[in-house]
């Protein structure tokens, strides 16, 4: 048994409304493939190189192989693949992968959000909740992300956060189709003031509930 899964996480609730984390399941297949092919513009330049083209990559028929390996992987305490849901409604992705235990005890985390909720600090409480739950029930160290400098967006959102920098990755990873810099940013149990969650409320980006 792995501390944090399976679990729901939230509400927070932020300006486009109310913002829960939940583990993804084989019946997301249809929203996944809708709102991953329709946001192809939105996500592909920030997102990792596949293989596959696009839409065969996003068809409704990749999610259940998809999700029974991310599931398998959260099972033995490696990920926590979860969906970000504004209002009760599939709206994105949140993922915490390569956790390790131990002296280390860190993880990384990433999220997209589709387009038609942008803005309105969906991924801003998304991430808060999944931060929350990180330091909280699974009892980790260190959690860090890595963002190209030009996803302006996503800074903000990590900004928001709390998170600090630590520096820059040269030609880090494949993003659409080449080596890019990404910056590395971090943050560690101790800099956490009681929760993120609360950081956001007193920041006035979050409500409770
Ligand atoms: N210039 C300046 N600021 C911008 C811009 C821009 N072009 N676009 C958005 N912002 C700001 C917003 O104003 C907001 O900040 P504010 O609250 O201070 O005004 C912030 O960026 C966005 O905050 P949210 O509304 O919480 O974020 P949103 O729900 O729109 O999701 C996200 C942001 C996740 C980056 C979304 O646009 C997305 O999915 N993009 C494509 C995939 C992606 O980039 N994922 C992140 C990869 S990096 C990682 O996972 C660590």
Redesign the pocket.
Known sequence: VHPGWPARVGPLR???GRVTLRPIRLRDAATWSRLRIT?RE??E???PTGQALWNDRHHVTTWPGLCSSLRSEARKGRMLPMVIELDGNYC?Q??VGNIIRGALSSA????????D???????????ALGLDHCFGPMGLHRVE????PE??????????AGFREEGLLRRYLDVDGQWRDHLL?AMTVEEVPGSISDRLVRAG?ATWG
């Not at 909720?117 to 991430?127: C, K, M, P």
Request: net charge positive; charged share 15%; glycine share 12%.
């Open positions: 932020v300006a486009a946001n939105h996500l330049p920030w997102e994105g949140i993922t990384w985390i990433g999220y997209w959000v589709a387009k909720v942008g803005g309105q600090g969906v991924a801003t409480g998304a991430l992300a890595t963002v190209r996803n302006v967006a996503s800074r903000a959102v990590l900004e928001h940013v980006r």
